[in-house]
């Protein structure tokens, strides 16, 4: 099982229209096989940066995400919101380690 956290910055006036879009993308994600979490989180401090938390239960799971007709809207759409390229950083999940827990 693995996680990905996208960590993104998002330009003031683009807020709401990231939020809307990245709505829908959870929407559908949450629906996809293999898929354990999509959760979307914006800082406290500083609402113009978002994080995208990705669980999955496979390698395979992940890279079928980025194949999903919402997740290419999203990627185009939110693209133009950003004011820096998105960056994600891997994990391994070491806990909870069987999927039923989750």
């Not at 800082?43 to 938390?53: E, G, I, K, R, S």
């Amino acid at each position: 099982m693995i996680v990905n956290c996208v960590y993104i910055h998002v330009n003031p006036d683009k807020v709401g229209s990231f939020i809307e879009a990245t709505r829908a993308n959870h929407l559908e994600t949450v629906k996809e096989p293999g898929n354990l979490r999509f959760d979307v989180i914006q800082q406290a401090n500083d609402p113009n940066w978002f994080m995208l938390y990705e669980a999955y239960d496979s390698e395979i799971a992940a890279a079928n995400h980025k194949t999903t007709g919402h997740y290419l809207k999203w990627r185009d759409t939110a693209e133009g919101f950003m004011a820096e390229p998105r960056h994600g950083v891997r994990y391994n999940i070491i806990e909870p380690n069987n999927r039923s827990e989750w």
